[in-house]
């Protein structure tokens, strides 16, 4: 029977930021069809580096694997936007160069994930809401792990979960960086989908 594996971070690992609601594992295993089970590996603040780990927690029976990862790498190296430049190239350097160290981070961690040889559905970083501050330039500033990740993804053949198109409104969002309720609602039906195969071009937007 299929069963499910979350890997990552508090994108599903969100039990601390729902207020007692269903985080994003128990909404997934409540659409789930008959005899499909789902479990949760992921932790919350885990980076690309740290989904090694939950890989040797992964179940023998396991058929498909979901991974949301890359939202702390992009969080850890936040302070680059805060740094003095005297022209917009040497801030688009210095972005390109903690995308390139991601790269290398989130390359080696699938790498890891592809190792076991199961269906994959990568996640994007998804965009911080238009209430926050700053947003504009985190939005512009994430595009960069983003394009890591989509690149990845589609240059193996594997899902994308597009979490930018999925929690687009602000009530999707229990704070800035992890899902509510009703974006986990969201996310949860599209962990489905990429498992079940739905989705147009191999991209899960809701």
């Not at 479990?39 to 989904?51: C, E, I, M, N, S």
């Not at 003095?84 to 699938?110: H, K, N, P, Q, T």
């Not at 994959?120 to 500033?141: F, K, N, W």
Request: with cysteine; charged share 20%; glycine share 10%.
């Amino acid at each position: 029977m299929p069963h499910i594996i979350l890997l990552g971070d508090s994108i599903f690992d969100n039990g601390a930021y729902v207020r007692g609601g269903p985080d994003v594992v128990r909404q997934l295993q409540a659409k789930l069809p008959d005899g499909w089970r789902a479990t949760l590996a992921a932790v919350d603040g885990a980076t690309t580096r740290d989904v090694a780990a939950q890989l040797r927690h992964v179940p023998a029976d396991a058929t498909h694997l979901i991974v949301s990862a890359g939202g702390n790498d992009a969080l850890g190296t936040s302070h680059v936007l805060h740094e003095g430049v005297g022209r917009v190239g040497e801030a688009l350097a210095i972005l390109a160069d903690a995308a390139d160290r991601f790269a290398a981070s989130y390359v080696a961690m699938l790498d890891a994930v592809l190792a076991r040889g199961l269906p994959i559905a990568l996640c994007t970083v998804y965009d911080t809401p238009q209430t926050s501050g700053e947003a504009r330039i985190i939005r512009a500033a994430l595009t960069l792990f983003n394009d890591v990740i989509t690149r990845a993804a589609f240059s193996r053949g594997l899902a994308l979960v597009d979490l930018r198109l999925i929690c687009s409104d602000p009530g999707d969002y229990a704070n800035p960086i992890e899902p509510s309720v009703a974006g986990g609602d969201k996310i949860s039906a599209a962990i489905l989908a990429a498992a079940q195969g739905r989705g147009a071009s191999r991209v899960v937007a809701g």
